[in-house]
């Protein structure tokens, strides 16, 4: 059983950056793939970006790619989403997600998500 927790979101305006957090629960953190996820108003839940457990290999969206970077840091237990050059279209409500998988990015792989944590990008 995996508890995570996202903090970090806020209202910031276009071009300015964030930096996503998502504290997880529990020994094997490490043992966990992690991705985020986004969902905008009226709009279905999006992959953002994902890092395997077993390579440290990461993937992202192509909406984001070059702006956001996925990291984490398991003796802190925690996972992380720096969004660089946000844009209004990036406004969304934030998960993150984990799965023992070695990689995915299907939504539907994950077993554990948290919260979520608003992100509100003004032009």
């Known amino acids: 059983q995996v508890q995570l927790v996202e903090s970090g979101g806020g209202l910031v305006q276009a071009g300015d950056s964030l930096r996503l957090s998502c504290t997880a629960s529990?020994?094997?953190?490490?043992?966990?793939?992690m991705g985020w996820f986004r969902q905008a108003p009226g709009k279905e839940r999006d992959f953002v970006a994902a890092?395997?457990?077993?390579?440290?290999?990461?993937d992202y969206a192509d909406s984001v790619k070059g702006r956001f970077t996925i990291s984490r840091d398991n003796a802190k237990n925690t996972l992380y989403l720096q969004m660089n050059s946000l844009k209004p279209e990036d406004t969304a409500v934030y998960y993150c997600?984990?799965?023992?998988?070695?990689?995915?990015?299907?939504?539907?792989?994950?077993?554990?998500w948290g919260q979520g944590t608003q992100v509100t990008v003004s032009s």
């Open positions: 529990g020994r094997t953190f490490r043992r966990y793939t």
């Open positions: 997600a984990a799965t023992s998988r070695s990689y995915a990015t299907n939504q539907d792989i994950y077993d554990y």
């Open positions: 890092i395997s457990w077993v390579s440290g290999s990461t």
